[in-house]
């Protein structure tokens, strides 16, 4: 019989030298599973400040999925720290460690403790588009409406 859990994807770990803990999910409801900063010694951010934390971990991801990575809501709101680029990709085909482009968007600075929680990894199918040049594409009511154009 097939259970649920033989349906989901694999992912998976190759833990390094540096590495305490595997990512794991910190609900049965959580969409993310929590990185940890595989660091010897606490790290401080000034304000703007940005750096590489460290995981310890590679990942191998099954054909056709990504792993993304994003803040923690309770850093971002509490502390100011953030991603660089909000939101990471990992793809399928990448197999370094994975490392957090952190950074310090307060006033006040922020030190990284060694094993602190510092962001979430989720796992997402993906596909990837066949593209079609064309010379021009069908209308919309919006149009070329941008940024703020539907209203508040």
């Known amino acids: 019989m097939i259970t649920a859990e033989d349906k989901k994807t694999v992912l998976k770990i ?3 030298p540096h590495n305490k803990f595997i990512p794991e999910y910190k ?3 959580a969409a993310g599973m929590d990185l940890c900063a595989a660091i010897s010694e606490p ?10 934390i460290p995981t310890g971990l590679k990942i191998e991801l099954e054909h056709g999925y990504e792993a993304q990575i994003r803040p923690r809501s309770g850093m971002s709101i509490k502390h100011g720290i953030t991603l660089i680029n909000c939101v990471g990709t990992i793809d399928e085909d ?10 310090n968007i307060s006033n006040e600075a922020y030190t990284i403790q060694p094993d602190e929680r510092v962001a979430q990894m989720i796992i ?9 040049v064309v010379t021009e594409l069908s209308e919309t009511s919006r149009g070329e409406g941008g940024f703020g154009s539907t209203g508040k």
């Open 14 to 16: 190759e833990r390094l």
């Open 43 to 52: 790290v401080t951010l000034k304000p703007l400040e940005r750096t590489l």
């Open 27 to 29: 609900t049965s409801g």
């Open 94 to 103: 990448y197999r370094g460690e994975v490392c957090i482009p952190v950074v």
């Open 124 to 132: 997402t199918q993906v596909e990837q588009a066949r593209i079609e």
